[in-house]
């Protein structure tokens, strides 16, 4: 599968999410821990997703603008999903 494709499946659930991450997930989905451990993993993979999302949404921004109109100088460019700070050395 295309890197683009991988964009364009269904959401993924928590659990997906977890698994992706290589967390542990039982057979039903749920973290094999106390409820409030399973609670806080979640909200921990809640503000994770919260915080890529407008940082993917800027990569697909400048992916459109240097692929279809060449333009390289996007502003805000982001050069690192993980460390959105990186600037480029020029």
Known sequence: MS???????????GPQIARQLGM???????KPAA?????????????ELVNMV??????????KARVFAGDTHAEGKIVSLFEPTTEVIS
């Open 3 to 13: 890197e683009i494709g991988r964009f364009r499946r269904q959401p993924m659930s």
């Open 54 to 63: 407008p940082l993917m949404q800027q990569v697909m921004r400048q992916t």
């Open 24 to 30: 542990p997930v039982s057979d039903d989905g749920v």
């Open 35 to 47: 409820e409030g451990s399973r609670q806080a993993l979640l909200e921990g993979l809640r503000r």
